[in-house]
């Protein structure tokens, strides 16, 4: 007997138990996870209580069944399943906590069908209708033992009878164990397992002149053993269900079979389709099919049909199923099994055992067939041979074609396409097979005005050239060669056209013109700070002697002259201070020391580097290029770079670089002077270095000691770049410049000294109209 506090303690227990369940992921497996949360909009909805639980098999059979019926019949419809897991727990002890949490649940979302799987459900839900499901149509599956007193007084209710054929797969066994002399019953404690012991031993009874009929059912684990292990090799078993023993253990199916088989090996006979993988075999119920009709009443009840009008169906379609490899085990024949069995596990029979008809008549033709071949195989040898030699010829020529950079289209006299190599389907987009009989003038839109010039070059039967003709593409202009040759072949004129980028060829020759003058202007250099720093040596020595003798009343050679002159050398340093000569004479040494250092900043950039790595102080390299910027930029573009606003922001622990002085400049005046043309198109001519807005160029440097690198950031506030730009930024012969402002080579060049030459790394930072940022890191102790 259980009293009251048991009843309390399985209450609170189970309670928490479901609550939990509900939170981490609700009464039904991860798998039906549309099913748990219907759309709150339809109106359709329908609750499946399954006496068991997730993944039982036959649970998951019904459950298919059910899901697959109203994917077909009532599509629209919400499923959601509630799991009552009676194969684990009592009934009697978990109806009431159910019934509670099923009250919370479904007061105000009301099903519109309900669906009940198996005897214990359709307890549960005759027990508790009235009080949670008044008024809601039912239909039940899966039931054993059937009969109308189950439903007494119930309405707007209907479903299908589960009817075990024991009759039948006892006497299949029997047939194909001829030598049997027991039968024994294997259940467990289950309510489902003792209705069908019920419905079993009047069945068996009916054989007793033949076997005897022996019940191993409501046992411990142990006895079960104890029991199984007796049976003879004269014995069969007819399997009823091992869910839970009397002590209450639970077992999944597989575990079950898995005891059975380690205690006893002889052949074991079920009802159920779910338990074939563990079985012999027998004449079985397909929890699918039960599902599926069930699932059929309840969409027919949906559209509007009454339940009472829907009669319940009393006869289970079961079918003899077999399980191939028990077979094998227990010597039974595939002969000797009734033609509609079922047989699972079998494999798949031997290719000539399936298609030894179509073998013996493909045979046949082949025979026939032979002798025609052999006639044909001489003929199209002698065929192959002749198309070889010219396929050989084709293909030579195609190959070299295709393979040539050159753009190569033939045409006829018409303009219409009859060649089209692989360069002009790169080039075009086109493929081959879309150009080939197709206007020039359609398939290569920017030859159109070549159409005349080629019917020129036929007219004439001259080759015409069109050399470095420019065009633009994406923003970029590009140079090709045009050439157009006449052709005549078979009385039948066409020409071919060649088109050839040359756009490197053209920037490489503009760029060794460039520098040809660079060469120049560096051999020069020396010579132009020679001559330069004479006369500037000689009006800052003029400058200081001057001030010397006019200004210096200690000297006495002063006061003696001005004394000859008439008056005194105070009264000579006071007119000079009333007009400001020392003033001047001082802005004139200033001046003419600026000077000396342009030069000799000029100098040191152009001098050849010796390519060897030294310390250098960045800080200083920066000012020094600052300077010769200053002096450098193009002054006809009207934007002098004195004019740009300079940001410093130099940390004070910088420390000494290893590098070449001279390409390090090289790469910041590269980025200075791209940056200053960038604020020209953005700030135009007039720029005032004193005010906040205008062209400002903001340079830091950093130590960053997690890498050992010093970083300098040069950030202008020009127009910026798009993303198209900037991923292109650092290619060779790139320029958003008008042709012949710029050869595209300067930043690529800087890229290639930063993270070639010196082992650093160059980034650019840009989005349009928030100017652009360039990053240089060189590290500190690179070994040159």
Request: glycine share 6%.
């Amino acid at each position: 007997m259980i009293n009251k506090q048991m009843v309390s303690a399985i209450h609170s227990h189970w309670l928490f138990t479901i609550f939990l369940s509900l939170i981490v992921a609700g009464t039904s497996p991860p798998g039906t996870c549309r099913a748990q949360q219907p759309d709150q909009g339809r109106n359709q909805f329908i609750l499946h209580l399954n006496a068991y639980h997730a993944n039982y098999p036959w649970s998951e059979d019904v459950t298919t069944g059910i899901r697959e019926q109203l994917r077909k019949d009532a599509p629209a419809a919400d499923l959601s399943i509630e799991y009552m897991d009676t194969k684990h727990h009592p009934p009697e002890s978990l109806f009431p906590i159910l019934a509670e949490l099923y009250t919370r649940k479904y007061t105000r979302k009301r099903p519109s069908v309900i669906i009940a799987s198996d005897n214990n459900a359709l307890d549960f839900l005759i027990a508790y209708r009235q009080r949670l499901f008044a008024d809601i149509p039912a239909v039940f599956c899966g039931i054993n033992n059937f009969s109308g007193d189950l439903i007494k007084g119930q309405k707007n209710i209907t479903g299908v009878v589960e009817a075990a054929s024991f009759r039948k797969t006892i006497q299949l066994a029997l047939k194909l164990h001829p030598g049997t002399t027991a039968i024994y019953s294997v259940a467990g404690s289950a309510a489902t397992t003792r209705m069908l012991v019920r419905e079993l031993t009047p069945v068996a009874a009916e054989f007793s002149g033949r076997v005897d009929y022996i019940q191993i059912h409501d046992r411990s684990m142990a006895q079960f053993a104890s029991e199984l292990e007796k049976i003879p090799s004269t014995g069969i078993i007819i399997w009823l269900g091992l869910n839970r023993d009397a002590t209450g253990t639970s077992l999944s199916t597989s575990e079950a079979f898995d005891f059975v088989h380690a205690h006893i090996d002889r052949p074991i006979y079920t009802m159920w389709s779910h338990d074939l993988p563990y079985c012999t075999g027998g004449v079985v119920i397909s929890g699918q099919e039960q599902g599926r009709q069930a699932a059929a009443m309840a969409a027919r009840i949906l559209s509007g049909t009454s339940a009472d009008s829907l009669p319940i169906i009393r006869e289970s379609p079961n079918v003899p199923m077999f399980n191939y490899d028990e077979m094998q085990r227990h010597h039974i024949a595939t002969e000797a099994l009734p033609l509609d069995a079922v047989i699972i596990n079998r494999p798949p029979p031997s290719f000539y055992v399936q298609y030894r008809y179509f073998i013996w008549t493909a045979l046949g033709l082949i025979i026939a067939l032979s002798f025609l071949v052999v006639a044909l195989t001489v003929l199209y040898m002698l065929r192959q041979n002749a198309l070889a030699a010219l396929g050989k010829a084709r293909n030579d020529i195609a190959n070299i074609i295709n393979s040539m950079p050159s753009i190569l289209i033939s045409v006829d006299s018409a303009c219409t396409v009859t060649q089209w190599n692989n360069e002009a389907v790169r080039v075009t987009g086109v493929d081959a097979a879309d150009a080939l009989g197709r206007p020039l003038s359609r398939v290569f839109p920017r030859l159109t005005d070549e159409v005349e010039r080629v019917r020129e070059a036929m007219r004439t039967r001259q080759v015409c050239a069109d050399p470095r003709r420019t065009r633009k593409e994406k923003g970029e202009t590009r140079y090709e060669d045009v050439t157009i040759y006449p052709l005549l072949t078979n009385g039948a004129e066409g020409a071919v056209i060649r088109l050839d980028d040359v756009t490197e060829r053209v920037r490489i020759e503009e760029m060794m013109v460039q520098s040809e003058k660079m060469l120049s202007v560096g051999g020069l250099a020396a010579g132009m700070a020679h001559e330069i720093n004479n006369p500037l040596a000689g009006i800052m020595q003029t400058a200081d002697v001057m001030s010397t003798r006019l200004t210096s009343p200690a000297l006495p050679a002063n006061r003696q002259a001005a004394e000859a002159a008439g008056t005194t050398i105070e009264a000579i340093g006071r007119f000079m201070e009333s007009r400001s000569i020392p003033r001047m004479l001082k802005d004139i040494h200033t001046s003419g020391r600026r000077a000396a250092e342009i030069v000799a900043n000029m100098l040191s950039f152009a001098r050849k580097s010796n390519g060897a790595f030294t310390l250098h102080d960045l800080a200083a390299l920066m000012d020094q290029t600052i300077d010769l910027a200053g002096t450098d930029y193009d002054l006809k573009k009207k934007f002098d770079f004195r004019r740009i606003r300079i940001v410093r922001d130099y940390a004070t622990d910088l420390p000494q670089v290893p590098c070449e002085s001279g390409k390090i400049q090289q790469v910041l005046l590269n980025v200075l002077r791209n940056g200053a043309e960038a604020m020209q198109i953005k700030w135009g001519e007039v720029a005032d270095p004193g005010r906040q807005e205008g062209p400002r160029f903001t340079i830091r440097l950093t130590h960053e000691r997690k890498s050992e690198m010093v970083r300098i950031d040069i950030a202008d506030n020009g127009p910026g770049m798009n993303e198209a730009q900037r991923n292109r930024v650092f290619e060779p012969f790139f320029t958003t410049k008008p042709a012949n402002q710029g050869t595209g080579l300067g930043l690529s060049v800087s890229y290639f000294i930063v993270t070639e030459n010196h082992g650093g790394r160059m980034s650019v930072e840009s989005d349009p109209g928030t100017g652009t940022t360039f990053h240089i890191h060189l590290p500190v102790n690179r070994q040159p």
